[in-house]
């Protein structure tokens, strides 16, 4: 204690500030991530072969989240053997983002072309509980990679929710 008084540093005191200094950064840099309400986006490359079939996009995770926009888009111009890729999610598939139609190839084979999907209605968006997914069916004539990119816009519907 004389020692403080005296001007020298309590080094005990500055790594405990520096520790929680540290912590407090930590934590202000994923504070909203999964804060109910707040708007997070997820984005996922999707380079499987075009007629890979089922392909996991995005699994909710700890708690139910609401989907608001999901679009898909060419990076490259190679969907050479693409049909459709159509997003669908919930248990079976019971919800449908975007159709076969609304994602054909001719929709997105170029450059920078897409879909999105937005949901109309009074509710503004879908919830999905903890665990389910949302999935890309890619159909195509032959097993050429794709190169497409999908974002998904979303909130947690309770805190600790969110997208993996």
Do not use: H
Not at 29 to 55: D, W, Y
Not at 59 to 67: E, H, N
């Amino acid at each position: 204690s004389e020692l403080i008084s005296a001007g020298v540093i309590d080094f005990n005191a500055t790594a405990k500030t520096s520790i929680q200094v540290a912590a407090a950064a930590a934590l202000a840099a994923t504070a909203n991530k999964r804060q109910a309400g707040v708007a997070q986006v997820f984005q996922k490359a999707v380079t499987s072969a075009a007629n890979a079939g089922a392909v996991t996009l995005a699994t909710i995770t700890t708690q139910a989240c609401l989907i608001e926009a999901v679009t898909v888009k060419a990076v490259t111009a190679v969907q050479t053997d693409l049909t459709s890729a159509a997003v669908t999610g919930g248990a079976s598939s019971a919800v449908t983002f975007l159709s076969a139609t609304d994602a054909a190839k001719a929709n997105i084979t170029a450059i920078d072309q897409q879909v999105s999907w937005t949901p109309g209605g009074i509710a503004g968006a879908v919830e999905l509980a903890a665990a389910k997914t949302i999935v890309m069916t890619l159909s195509g004539t032959g097993a050429t990679a794709v190169d497409l990119l999908v974002t998904i816009k979303y909130r947690a519907a309770v805190d600790g929710g969110y997208l993996a």
